[in-house]
């Protein structure tokens, strides 16, 4: 994942402004505005990528196109909630099951009936007739 | 860059020297390798990766791996607008020394 990344050196005294202690580490997500994620962990190679892994992406992916590429290429274990429904109750077990296994699986939600979840209902081959669907892969 | 990098395709089919020397079953095809020079010598093998399918992936790839992928922000008030032209960046604040640092230029 680390080849998604831009890297960032930048002097000591930038690092309070981002709640850094420095010398320190963080990563900035669009998807979290931009927020700092202070790295916290030891400083060996596993921890950063452990880090890594854990933290690039949030903790339900609601699908696009533009962010299929993890789920289908690096071979990360991937639960796809596929619902036309946003305020199903089945979605909070879903989100809790995201927040518990965080770094260790993808959870994925999509409709299935316009923009890029259509192309994903083909993918996984699930049609209207089958929703709500949760598939790992 | 400097020193240059070179990128170079190869159709194993038909270089089967190579193809004996560098294919991998088990990684399939199409692969990456990145090969370096040591003592006059230039070995590879280090590293095969899958596929990288976008430009500015490969580039940065490439930048990474010849270890001059982390840009310098000297000015603190430019940090923001350079975070805002990726969706994921890792920012290391602090000298250019130390085991975080080679962790993070690793």
Redesign the interface.
Known sequence: M??????????????E??N?T??????????DK?Q?LVFEGA???K??LDF?DKN?APEVINFKLDNA?PLF??GWRSLFLLTESKKADYNTPFAEAAKELKGQALFVKSGISKGDGRNLAVSLKVIKEDLPALIMQ | MNPPQYIAFVELLHEEKYAEKYHDERKGNPVLKWFTEKNGKVKGGDKIL?L??SGE?LA??IM?TAGT??????K?RN??K???????????????S????K??K?
Do not use: W
């Open positions: 680390v080849n998604k990344f831009n890297f960032y050196q930048t002097s000591a005294e930038c690092a402004a981002y850094v420095a010398p320190g580490m963080a990563m900035f997500r669009q998807f931009f700092p400083h060996t190679t921890s950063f890594v690039f590429e290429r690096f | 899958d990288l399918t992936e940065n790839y990474k992928g982390i840009d310098t922000i000297s603190c940090i923001r350079r975070l805002e032209l990726r969706n994921l960046n890792l920012v290391y604040f602090g000298e250019q130390g085991n975080l640092y962790v993070f690793k």
